[in-house]
């Protein structure tokens, strides 16, 4: 039997049997008071996105993240998870660190529909790293400008704080981003000529 036809009784039942963590609480709480009122909108809205409790409330949560950016769109994948949004105006920045290198240091913008930004980024040095992708989970701009500097300077911090001061390929890429940045906030010195 499938969950959306299971009794109120059962449903909390099976609810009861998952560890929340903090973060989905509070669906949990309004998805448990309307199977406890029979809120049969609410009831209806929340199991449209799954079929077990720990999936609806998954996916309920990540497409309030969705909304975020303007993205509307709900599509699942095969196993009834929500499909990631593809953002508008995708843009990698690379920072490589050798020549004929594979390149392990970028930056990677987007834009939602609502003309919100974000980034995911990667960053390497000698022994260790950092990273994660573009999606709905990043930090939310206005603009290109703020995510771009917000981005570069979470690099900056990240290689300056775990790697060695003689990390060549490091000070490389830090003088890469270090370099983008200035250029972005304008603290870059500009030579002016007047003829």
């Known amino acids: 039997m499938e969950y959306k036809d299971l009794s109120a009784y059962e449903k909390l039942k099976q609810m009861q049997e998952v560890n929340f963590c903090r973060a989905e ?33 998954m996916n309920k949560r990540e497409y309030e993240r969705h909304l975020l950016f303007g993205f509307t769109k709900k599509a699942f994948n095969e196993y009834g998870w929500l499909e990631r949004p593809d953002f508008l105006e995708r843009e990698e920045i ?49 603009n290109r400008k703020d995510c771009l500097t917000s981005a570069l300077n979470e690099m900056m911090i990240g290689l300056n704080r775990d790697s060695s001061k003689t990390d060549k390929y490091t000070l490389s890429v830090l003088k890469q981003a270090k370099n983008l940045f200035d250029e972005i906030t304008g603290r870059k010195a500009i030579q002016l000529s007047f003829f």
């Open 25 to 57: 609480r509070h669906n949990a709480a309004v998805y448990l008071n309307a199977l406890r009122r029979n809120d049969r909108a609410i009831i209806k809205e929340y199991e449209s996105f799954g079929d077990s409790p720990r999936q609806l409330l």
């Open 94 to 142: 690379k920072f490589p660190h050798r020549d004929g290198w594979a390149i392990s240091n970028y930056i990677t913008l987007g834009k939602g529909l609502n003309g919100k930004w974000t980034y995911g980024m990667s960053y390497s040095y000698s022994t260790g790293g950092a990273g994660y992708g573009l999606g709905v989970w990043g930090k939310i701009f206005d």
